[in-house]
């Protein structure tokens, strides 16, 4: 019943930016924390960075300093800054939300970084 929609990603040469976004829709009554995911291909989906509903943020530790999670409680959405990008970052980028102790995904957004 709970809906996560991504937008944002595309086609962006190394070195610049792009701005995720993740709108979350339907029976939502508390979010713990929202989040975003990445899965490069052949790789397993890994942590990119979390935020809390309190505003504690979690990154892998490769990504400090490159992007930055926000997140705007009353319009239930959550982004992602991501600068300096590299082709490494090149991966379809999920959006999570964690509500009473489950977890909802959507369906991601494919984000392309040229060398």
């Known amino acids: 019943q709970v809906q996560l929609v991504e937008s944002g990603g595309g086609l962006v040469q190394a070195g610049g930016s792009l701005r995720l976004s993740c709108a979350a829709s339907g029976s939502i009554f508390s979010i713990n924390a929202m989040g975003w995911y990445r899965q490069a291909p052949g790789k397993e989906r890994e942590l990119v960075a979390t935020?809390?509903?309190?505003?504690?943020?979690n990154y892998a530790d490769s990504l400090k300093g490159r992007f930055t999670i926000s997140r705007d409680n009353p319009k239930k959405a959550v982004y992602l800054q991501m600068n300096s990008l590299k082709p490494e970052d090149t991966a379809v980028y999920y959006c999570?939300?964690?509500?009473?102790?489950?977890?909802?995904w959507g369906k991601g957004t494919l984000v392309t970084v040229s060398s």
């Open positions: 999570n939300l964690w509500q009473y102790g489950t977890t909802n």
């Open positions: 935020i809390t509903n309190g505003g504690i943020t």
